[in-house]
């Protein structure tokens, strides 16, 4: 079993910076291939970033390509996500996730946090 605790959210304004952390407890860290997702309201839940076992295995949604930077500490089990030049359209619920084995995906994850609050304003 895995369990994953965000924490980082808060209320920004635009061009601001945040780095959301996910806190992981229970099967080894260093073998779940990682990911955060968002939620925005009325709308569905999207992929933001993933990353595999090998810290230079990672994808992004197109959207924040270049703004966003996904990252793990094997060693602290936590997973985190830099996110620079915030826009009000990033404003969501984050979410992080996991799945077994080195997989950078954008889906498949059987594991998912609570989720943290992100919101940006103009």
């Known amino acids: 079993q895995v369990h994953l605790v965000e924490s980082g959210g808060g209320t920004v304004q635009a061009g601001d910076s945040l780095r959301l952390s996910c806190a992981a407890s229970g099967r080894t860290f260093s073998s779940l291939g990682m990911a955060w997702f968002r939620q925005a309201p009325g709308k569905g839940r999207e992929f933001v970033a993933c990353?595999?076992?090998?810290?230079?295995?990672?994808d992004y949604a197109d959207s924040v390509k270049g703004r966003f930077t996904i990252s793990r500490d094997n060693v602290k089990n936590i997973l985190y996500l830099q996110m620079n030049s915030l826009k009000p359209v990033d404003t969501a619920v984050y979410y992080c996730?996991?799945?077994?084995?080195?997989?950078?995906?954008?889906?498949?994850?059987?594991?998912w946090g609570l989720g943290t609050q992100v919101t940006v304003s103009s």
């Open positions: 990353i595999g076992l090998n810290l230079d295995n990672t």
């Open positions: 996730a996991a799945q077994y084995g080195n997989s950078c995906t954008k889906w498949g994850y059987p594991y």
